[in-house]
């Protein structure tokens, strides 16, 4: 089992940056692979990108790609999401999550932070 506390969120003009980080707690961060995911008000959690262990693969959604980076640094125990170019349809709480195997379903992973909000005004 893993902790996660996600920081960085905040208020950004639509265009502008942000990147989030989220720190884990524990010994065995390596032997995880991470996801960013967000939620909408009334909508469903949806996946945004994942990273794998060593930070060799990534994935991202398509509406992220070309805009959002996720990164990792073992050594600080931290995933970060280096977002660009944000749109307003990027307001949503964001989460970083934990798996023991790699994937962009959320149902994979089984732990989760507690979420940080990112409002982009257009």
């Known amino acids: 089992q893993v902790q996660l506390v996600e920081s960085g969120g905040g208020l950004k003009q639509a265009g502008g940056s942000l990147r989030l980080s989220c720190a884990a707690s524990?010994?065995?961060?390596?032997?995880?692979?991470m996801g960013w995911f967000r939620q909408a008000p009334g909508q469903e959690r949806e996946f945004v990108a994942a990273?794998?262990?060593?930070?060799?693969?990534?994935t991202y959604a398509d509406s992220v790609k070309g805009r959002f980076a996720i990164s990792r640094d073992n050594a600080k125990n931290t995933v970060y999401l280096q977002m660009n170019s944000l749109k307003a349809e990027d307001t949503a709480v964001f989460y970083c999550?934990?798996?023991?195997?790699?994937?962009?379903?959320?149902?994979?992973?089984?732990?989760w932070g507690q979420g940080t909000q990112v409002t982009v005004s257009s």
């Open positions: 999550a934990a798996s023991g195997a790699y994937s962009t379903d959320p149902r994979e992973y089984s732990d």
């Open positions: 990273i794998g262990r060593s930070g060799g693969i990534t």
């Open positions: 524990g010994r065995t961060f390596s032997r995880y692979a």
